[in-house]
Antibody
Framework: QLQLQESGPGLVKPSETLSLTCGVS??????????WGWIRQPPEKGLEWIGN???????YYNPSLRSRVTISVDTSKNQFSLKLTSVTAADTAVYYC??????????WGQGTLVTVSS | DIQMTQSPSTLSASVGDRVTITCRAS??????LAWYQQKPGKAPKLLMY???SLESGVPSRFSGRGSGTEFTLTISSLQPDDFATYYC?????????FGQGTKLEIK
């Protein structure tokens, strides 16, 4: 059974870079069917798509975050990563990694809370 | 970006009720619409895709309709497990967007 597990610091200081990794088990990140991406949810708010990546490195990003976001993939470790630069309190959220079939998000990780605070 | 607007934001209903949630897109998205259910502290779960296709394992009391810019999610007979927040999401473009959510509460 597919499992997606987010990992990374739960606390990041303002102006620094948020870095998260999603480990994929029970499936191959190199599958030609899927994209792999990130979605976030500020506390008590709705969902915001961040972006996704194909196993060959092709990426799509939310235009509102594109200047600060990098998503990368490591097929040797069956994982992919998110970097978000110059964070502020507005970036405090639960960050989910997710599998996409084409652009349909069909499977989510459990999520990890990242708080931006000094 | 394509904007997605859900209504109502909150819906109060009783077990056994039939309820409908509406989602409108700011431009045509054909049938590239998904619905998700989210319970407190949990990740969203895919319910419907391509507007009217039921995800495997989802009860048949859930149904979806629509195309273009207007879509609905209907629960034919509410069960206690259905009280949650529901989100629509368009995947017509390469920049995915979600509705703001509809919280389904027990009356």
């Amino acid at each position: 059974q597919l499992q997606l597990q987010e990992s990374g610091p739960g606390l990041v200081k303002p102006s620094e870079t948020l870095s998260l990794t999603c480990g994929v088990s029970g499936g191959s990140i190199s599958s030609s069917i899927y994209y792999w991406g990130w979605i976030r949810q500020p506390p008590e708010k709705g969902l915001e798509w961040i972006g996704n990546i194909y196993y060959n490195g092709s990426t799509y990003y939310n235009p509102s975050l594109r200047s600060r976001v990098t998503i990368s993939v490591d097929t040797s470790k069956n994982q992919f990563s998110l970097k978000l630069t110059s964070v502020t309190a507005a970036d405090t959220a639960v960050y989910y990694c997710a599998r996409h079939v084409g652009q349909l998000v069909d499977y989510w990780g459990q999520g990890t809370l990242v708080t931006v605070s000094s | 970006d394509i904007q997605m607007t859900q209504s109502p934001s909150t819906l109060s209903a009783s077990v056994g009720d039939r309820v409908t949630i509406t989602c409108r897109a700011s431009q045509s998205i054909s049938s590239w619409l998904a619905w998700y259910q989210q319970k407190p502290g949990k990740a969203p779960k895919l319910l419907m895709y391509k507007a009217s296709s039921l995800e495997s394992g989802v009860p048949s009391r859930f149904s979806g309709r629509g195309s273009g810019t207007e879509f609905t999610l209907t629960i034919s007979s509410l069960q206690p497990d259905d009280f949650a927040t529901y989100y629509c999401q368009q995947y017509n473009s390469y920049s995915l967007t979600f509705g703001q959510g509809t919280k389904l509460e027990i009356k």
